[in-house]
């Protein structure tokens, strides 16, 4: 057998060892060797492998696939532009806490700067953005090398989990490899590398205890005013919530979609941050439960002064996303105990504005996004996934939708960016039902789901979620209107480089694309679209932007109505 074969039966071997249950792969030349290895690992049942045409669209499946399963996924493409194409994606995981690996095939160095096909510098092609890369060395012979290839893959998978003293992320293994890079067939060809028998149950390194998961407790004072604001917390960080958190149990919460803390958040919490009873529901203490990126109103408190900020041990990333500077300590929080004049002011006002916000959602004028997030979330059956776009399906969410539980949500936030989201849903949705979930739900918007439709080109043999997508599409970037750019003295400017509509007939790219289709014009209609279906479809909502600004302002203008 050829070097580059045996090698590739060894990193694969090892990565099913290791615990990896999940690959996906990109049709190239150079990775011929990691090809054929995962295709038979693929066949023997050790292992699911998921074919791209689209290296971006490859690193976002495995993204999706690694944040919802909380295990190490390797994405492997050949060499060149195919391996800058998992950039993104890299990213992505690194700044959301993801364990995502970029197994990327290169030239031997000896072809790298002489002009040679499809060759860059690939060590290092990722700057800091993994917690590890490694760049093996040429398999120059097929025996005598093994014990150095295991020991690499198993250190990826490790630091990948996080099992190295840092936050769980991405890991670059960089593997070249010399021809002959198919293997030999007939007559001579050689015996395939045994597979090892069993599970590795430990690392062959040295496992410090992550800085960020201090048992240490807080400095904080039990009894004073204290509000929890959850956001996202790198994967496989445990979901709990802390000890008087929640109305019922202390201190009232307000936490993003995707937040282990959503289902026990105050439905309209960042409404009343950026409310007219501001001043009267401030708190002198934030307790920090991972990282927040959606509302300008908490931004505004955590960096407020007069409030003091600690963060919950072992929910941030202090090394990838970073902390607030105003985070004074990462600890262990005690039960809390504000004090109940203060809490009771956070109950009624939530109870009003959530009174004035469920009347506007009846209301015509209030913009569709608004309306369908609130739809969305309560039509959906126990046991469901859902994944949220970036821009403003997310937000909509947050400030419109009752919390609940019964559902896994999950949403881009390391970056968020729109990069890849159909795959990245994709992938969740496949993790999902793998873990015995119910069916996958998506809410992209109309720019989003563009940026990525070459996410719902699967060939035929590939495996398919249960998936509905659904598509609220105002033939723009909407996101912009609400934002400074939106504003009426840009008006001249604002259509075509920020609002850039496409007039995208989408249910012609779902046709040609082979994904079901169907239009919902009016959202009574939301429900029965929803029934959970085989397969992949999309659901469109269509709406226009015009009055997206005005519809924000009238609903921000009807909760400080009821508040004041």
């Not at 927040?292 to 409030?307: E, F, G, I, K, Y």
């Not at 881009?412 to 729109?418: D, E, K, L, P, Q």
């Not at 789901?449 to 495996?463: F, I, N, R, V, Y």
């Not at 029934?531 to 992949?536: L, R, Y």
């Amino acid at each position: 057998m050829n070097p580059s074969t045996a090698q590739a039966e060894v990193l694969v071997d090892e990565l099913i060892r290791c615990g990896v249950t999940e690959a996906v792969l990109c049709p190239g030349s150079r990775n011929a060797p990691l090809s054929f290895a995962l295709r038979r690992a693929d066949s023997s049942g050790r292992i699911r492998l998921h074919v791209r045409i689209d290296e971006r669209t490859a690193g976002f499946l495995a993204l999706g696939l690694a944040l919802r399963s909380g295990w190490p996924v390797p994405v492997v493409c050949t060499s060149g532009t195919a391996a800058a194409n998992l950039h993104p994606a890299v990213l992505e995981a690194s700044y959301a806490g993801v364990p995502l690996i970029a197994l990327t095939a290169d030239r031997p160095p000896e072809l790298v700067g002489t002009g040679a096909n499809q060759t860059i510098v690939q060590n290092g092609l990722y700057a800091d953005a993994p917690r590890l890369s490694v760049a093996l060395g040429v398999a120059r012979r097929a025996v005598g090398q093994q014990a150095a290839w295991r020991t690499a893959v198993a250190r990826a998978v490790g630091v990948a989990l996080g099992r190295a003293g840092d936050t769980p992320g991405p890991v670059h293994l960089n593997v070249p490899f010399a021809e002959p890079l198919v293997p030999e067939v007939g007559p001579g060809a050689g015996d395939w590398p045994e597979p090892l028998a069993g599970r590795r149950g430990g690392m062959p390194w040295t496992v410090y205890p992550p800085s960020n998961h201090s048992t240490d407790p807080l400095p904080l004072d039990p009894a004073a005013p204290t509000l929890v604001i959850g956001g996202s917390v790198p994967t496989g960080s445990t979901p709990r919530l802390p000890p008087g958190a929640g109305f019922g149990a202390g201190a009232p919460v307000i936490a993003e979609p995707g937040s282990p803390l959503w289902p026990y958040a105050l439905r309209t919490g960042p409404w009343l941050l950026g409310s007219v009873q501001a001043d009267r529901l401030r708190p002198t203490q934030v307790l920090l439960h991972g990282r927040p990126t959606l509302h300008r109103s908490v931004s505004a408190l955590l960096n407020d002064d007069r409030v003091a900020v600690y963060a919950v041990s072992g929910t941030v990333d202090a090394a990838g996303a970073g902390l607030p500077p105003s985070v004074r300590a990462v600890g262990m929080p005690p039960p809390l105990r504000p004090p109940p004049e203060w809490t009771g002011r956070w109950a009624g006002a939530d109870l009003h504005a959530s009174t004035a916000l469920d009347k506007a959602l009846v209301e015509p004028s209030t913009p569709l996004g608004i309306r369908l997030a609130a739809a969305l979330v309560d039509a959906l059956p126990d046991g469901a996934l859902l994944t949220l776009g970036s821009s403003n399906p997310v937000r909509d969410v947050s400030l419109a939708a009752r919390p609940r539980t019964g559902l896994t949500v999950f949403a881009s936030r390391g970056v968020a960016g729109i990069d890849g989201s159909v795959s990245t849903v994709t992938g969740a949705a496949l993790a999902h039902a793998a873990d015995g979930g119910g069916p996958g739900y998506a809410l992209l918007g109309d720019l989003t789901a563009l940026h990525d439709m070459t996410g719902l080109l699967l060939g035929p043999d590939e495996p398919r979620p249960d998936l509905a997508i659904v598509v609220l599409n105002d033939f723009g970037g909407g996101i912009f209107s609400l934002l400074e750019q939106g504003g009426p003295e840009h008006a001249a400017s604002f259509e075509r480089v920020f609002g850039t509509p496409h007039g995208v007939w989408l249910e012609g790219l779902c046709a040609g694309l082979g994904v079901g289709y169907r239009k919902v014009r009016e959202l009574s209609e939301l429900p029965d679209a929803l029934v959970p279906e085989p397969g992949v479809r999309v659901i469109e909502l269509q709406t226009t932007r015009e009055s997206l600004r005005s519809g924000h302002a009238s609903l921000r203008e009807s909760i400080d109505s009821v508040l004041g």
